[in-house]
């Protein structure tokens, strides 16, 4: 039942009603619509962790099953180094558009694309980003690297449902537009091809959550307080 809502019930119901209800929340520039999207992701995906933490108590699997342990032997060195060369790199980019003048973040704004709406704009819309990345870090690797890889694994082997669990990832990103859809697919299939190839979602849970945080941080250095709804594009 809950692989039922998470594959078929979530993403649609995301797609049809409650994105379209936050959007145009956000293009009306509804006070504080932004950060409560986010508080409402936060919640909604911790629900969904809950509930997948539940059924491993209720029926005494191990969290291996889940791929909740680190790397093993060389791979876990090997882990530690990739996860630190991306940091370093989104570190530097995110350091690039700190220095970046006004004008020069003025240029970069058309660049963000389906991504303006959802960035976060003042300060205390970046506030609330920083849990929902670290949420998205943990919660979406647990969910769609984690559950449904091992929902679909013993009927279809291990990278078959790896394919579509990156699949399914990327159809539950699909109220980002076809761009973000795109991104978040092969986003998905980097995450799940760490995910099995090192038996853990260590690594990918700290990279997701990386790359979410820069992207809130470049955002929020971009798009300040200064963009109003008319810069948004149309998604």
């Known amino acids: 039942m809950f692989g039922v809502l998470v594959v078929v019930a979530y993403p649609l119901w995301d797609y049809f009603v409650s994105w379209p209800r936050a959007k145009a929340r956000l293009l009306a520039g509804e006070p504080n619509a932004r950060w409560r999207l986010y508080r409402a992701a936060i919640l909604t995906q911790w629900i969904a962790v809950a509930f997948v933490a539940g059924l491993w108590i209720a029926f ?43 004008e020069r973040r003025a240029a970069l ?66 109220y980002m537009g076809r761009t973000g859809a795109v991104r978040a697919t092969v986003a998905g299939a980097i995450f799940a091809a760490l995910a099995v190839a090192l038996r853990s979602l260590i690594p990918g849970m700290v990279l997701h959550a990386v790359i979410d945080l820069a992207a809130g941080s470049m955002g929020y250095l971009i798009l300040g307080e200064t963009s109003t709804v008319a810069d948004v594009p149309s998604l």
């Open 60 to 102: 005494g699997r191990p969290a291996a099953d889940l791929f909740l342990r680190l790397p093993a032997g060389p791979w876990l060195i090997g882990s530690i180094g990739l996860v630190i060369g991306v940091v370093t790199v989104f570190v530097a980019q995110v350091a690039g558009v700190a220095r970046a003048n006004a």
């Open 109 to 174: 704004r058309p660049r963000l694309g389906y991504a303006t709406l959802i960035l976060p704009h003042d300060t205390t819309e970046h506030r609330w980003f920083v849990p929902l990345a670290l949420t998205a870090g943990f919660c979406e690797e647990v969910v769609y690297r984690g559950f449904l890889i091992w929902l679909f694994a013993s009927s279809i082997g291990l990278w078959a449902a790896a394919a579509v669990s990156v699949a399914i990832f990327g159809v539950s990103h699909a």
